[in-house]
């Protein structure tokens, strides 16, 4: 049973910094890519970012230059920094684990977070 618990989400003003953190526990691999997603209300789940065990990174056009994702593998910890947030990065946002060949072969979620960007 894999198990992902997010912590770090919060209310702040634009401009302002978050940083979520993400555990995974159970039999996790280090080997599964990690990311966030959001999801705000009225819309699609999307990608955020996401980074490989080999350290190589894919993030967001709208997220480009002010969001990093970092990865501790020895603690099975995934990172989100979140720099000059705009309102309209409110969202809950949900971290991911998967299998880095196939999602069919292990894909998993946590419970969520909720940032909130104030104007």
């Known amino acids: 049973q894999v198990q992902l618990v997010e912590s770090g989400g919060g209310l702040v003003q634009a401009g302002g910094s978050l940083r979520l953190s993400c555990v995974a526990s159970?039999?996790?691999?280090?080997?599964?890519?990690m990311g966030w997603y959001r999801q705000a209300p009225g819309k699609q789940r999307e990608l955020v970012a996401s980074?490989?065990?080999?350290?190589?990174?894919n993030l967001a056009d709208s997220v480009k230059g002010r969001f990093t994702i970092s990865r501790d593998n020895a603690k099975n910890t995934v990172y989100l920094q979140m720099n000059s947030l705009k309102p309209e990065d409110t969202a809950v946002y949900y971290c991911?684990?998967?299998?880095?060949?196939?999602?069919?072969?292990?894909?998993?979620w946590g419970q969520g977070t909720q940032v909130t960007v104030s104007s």
């Open positions: 991911n684990a998967h299998h880095p060949v196939s999602i069919l072969l292990g894909n998993y």
């Open positions: 159970g039999m996790i691999s280090n080997s599964n890519t």
């Open positions: 980074i490989r065990t080999d350290g190589y990174t």
